[in-house]
């Protein structure tokens, strides 16, 4: 029985307790800045859970670390948790925090430990999905991501907050930022989401998938939004956010060389984010444990595991990748 | 009189807020045959 540490017991940080103590029989300690909630949770995982009181950075004795509280704050709390040794899973979509933890890959490797950096819907599942429909190909020229729908009321406040940012894409060998809320583009997602415009944003993905996959040229990310979402993007959020969102979904299209021949391969995945993200972040922890991440270091899930024995313990969760078969317009703009 | 300017004016800013709106981007072109299918078999083997 392995002891996972959580910190921060949201929407996706306590889907995950549910999966590692119900589903792996770990036990989990929890910290968590709302004490209520911490008491809600650990009351409701049972015996298995435990709760831990100290100072979020504190040292801690676990045989991993999650990072699934509040955003902007994972960089530093993993820097100071580095320390201990035990791997670490963020789960966070912040592009800040995603630019710090990579940061941090040169300290980790010398620790010999690793920083599993975005295990969640979008990042995570992407880039799970990235690596996987890359195989089909001889050279991947191009990865484009988009995500529909949010997990809890943080994943609500980082959509609205990343909708009124600069994107920053990946095009022909250079970071390109590009306005948030612009760049429409009419995307298919698996049912029942369908077809949704998606926007431009500050989305994390390009930078995690780029290390990744040599002779890469674009790297894009997109979400989905509706008109209402761009106008007030950069507004206070106008209302309450909603206790977690309905179901969502993420498609990965890539286009490459295969045979020498140009081809496009989509792939997605249909479920609500928060339980998407707690099985991704599950399954990246049972990896940890088991010694089945690629080395030692910072990275997105498209450099530090196999995507397929990665897919299938997902799809034992529940959380099932699905293919667009059939005709994709061609893209013309960036 | 006043009023009725203020209105004209506050009416015709929404109106080109709405159309630069709803014009930046170029959209896209929907999928014209084709549909999602789970990932099985040998794709998962």
Same mark, same amino acid.
Request: hydrophobic share 45%.
């Given at each position: 029985?392995?002891?996972?540490?959580?910190?921060?017991?949201g929407?996706?940080?306590?889907?995950?307790?549910?999966?590692?103590?119900?589903?792996?029989?770990?036990?989990?300690?929890?910290?968590?800045?709302?004490?209520a909630?911490?008491?809600?949770?650990?009351?409701?995982?049972?015996?298995?859970?435990?709760?831990?009181?100290?100072?979020?950075?504190?040292?801690?004795?676990?045989?991993v670390?999650?990072?699934?509280g509040?955003?902007?704050?994972?960089?530093?709390?993993?820097?100071?948790?580095?320390?201990?040794?035990a791997?670490?899973?963020?789960?966070?979509?912040?592009?800040?925090?995603?630019?710090?933890?990579?940061?941090?890959?040169?300290?980790?490797?010398?620790?010999?430990?690793?920083?599993?950096?975005?295990?969640?819907?979008?990042?995570?599942?992407?880039?799970?999905?990235?690596?996987?429909?890359a195989?089909?190909?001889?050279?991947?020229?191009?990865?484009?991501?988009?995500?529909?729908?949010?997990?809890?009321?943080?994943?609500?406040?980082?959509?609205?907050?990343?909708?009124?940012?600069?994107?920053?894409?990946?095009?022909?060998?250079?970071?390109?930022?590009?306005?948030?809320?612009?760049?429409?583009?009419?995307?298919?997602?698996?049912?029942?989401?369908?077809?949704?415009d998606?926007?431009?944003?500050?989305?994390?993905?390009?930078?995690?998938?780029?290390?990744?996959?040599?002779?890469?040229?674009?790297?894009?990310?997109?979400?989905?939004?509706?008109?209402?979402?761009?106008?007030?993007?950069?507004?206070?959020?106008?209302?309450?956010?909603?206790?977690?969102?309905?179901?969502?979904?993420?498609?990965?299209?890539?286009?490459?060389q295969?045979?020498?021949?140009?081809?496009?391969?989509?792939?997605?995945?249909?479920?609500?984010?928060?339980?998407?993200?707690?099985?991704?972040?599950?399954?990246?922890?049972?990896?940890?444990?088991?010694?089945?991440?690629?080395?030692?270091?910072?990275?997105?899930?498209a450099?530090?595991?196999?995507?397929?024995?990665?897919?299938?313990?997902?799809?034992?969760?529940?959380?099932?990748?699905?293919?667009?078969?059939g005709?994709?317009?061609?893209?013309?703009?960036? | 009189?006043?009023?009725?300017?203020?209105?004209?004016?506050?009416? $015709?800013?929404?109106?080109?807020?709405?159309?630069?709106?709803? &014009?930046? =981007?170029?959209? $896209?072109?929907?999928?014209?045959?084709?549909?999602?299918?789970? &990932?099985s =078999?040998?794709?998962?083997?």
């Amino acid at each position: 029985m392995a002891r996972v540490a959580i910190i921060g017991v949201g929407a996706v940080g306590a889907r995950l307790a549910r999966q590692l103590v119900s589903t792996d029989a770990d036990e989990v300690v929890l910290r968590d800045v709302d004490r209520a909630r911490l008491d809600m949770v650990a009351q409701s995982l049972g015996e298995r859970a435990r709760i831990d009181t100290a100072e979020l950075t504190a040292p801690i004795d676990a045989d991993v670390v999650v990072l699934a509280g509040r955003a902007r704050v994972h960089a530093d709390q993993a820097d100071a948790l580095l320390a201990g040794g035990a791997p670490i899973v963020a789960v966070g979509d912040d592009l800040s925090d995603v630019r710090g933890l990579l940061a941090l890959d040169r300290r980790a490797r010398q620790l010999g430990t690793t920083v599993v950096v975005g295990a969640g819907f979008a990042p995570g599942l992407t880039c799970v999905l990235a690596a996987h429909g890359a195989r089909r190909f001889d050279l991947v020229e191009e990865i484009h991501i988009a995500k529909a729908g949010t997990g809890g009321p943080a994943c609500a406040r980082q959509h609205h907050r990343s909708l009124g940012r600069a994107a920053v894409d990946w095009r022909d060998g250079a970071w390109e930022t590009r306005p948030g809320g612009s760049g429409r583009e009419l995307c298919w997602f698996p049912e029942p989401i369908g077809a949704q415009d998606c926007y431009r944003a500050e989305l994390p993905d390009p930078l995690l998938l780029v290390p990744a996959f040599a002779g890469l040229r674009r790297a894009t990310s997109r979400m989905a939004a509706t008109r209402r979402d761009r106008l007030t993007a950069r507004l206070p959020m106008l209302w309450p956010t909603h206790p977690e969102g309905g179901p969502g979904a993420v498609r990965v299209e890539l286009r490459g060389q295969r045979d020498g021949v140009r081809d496009t391969l989509v792939l997605g995945a249909m479920d609500r984010p928060a339980v998407a993200a707690g099985a991704v972040a599950a399954v990246a922890v049972r990896f940890a444990i088991e010694g089945r991440l690629h080395r030692s270091g910072a990275a997105g899930l498209a450099e530090l595991v196999d995507p397929l024995a990665f897919l299938q313990d997902l799809a034992a969760r529940g959380v099932r990748a699905a293919t667009f078969d059939g005709a994709v317009a061609s893209r013309s703009g960036g | 009189m006043r009023m009725i300017r203020r209105a004209f004016v506050a009416i $015709g800013m929404a109106a080109l807020v709405a159309a630069a709106v709803r &014009l930046r =981007g170029s959209g $896209g072109v929907p999928p014209q045959s084709g549909g999602w299918r789970e &990932l099985s =078999g040998p794709e998962l083997d």
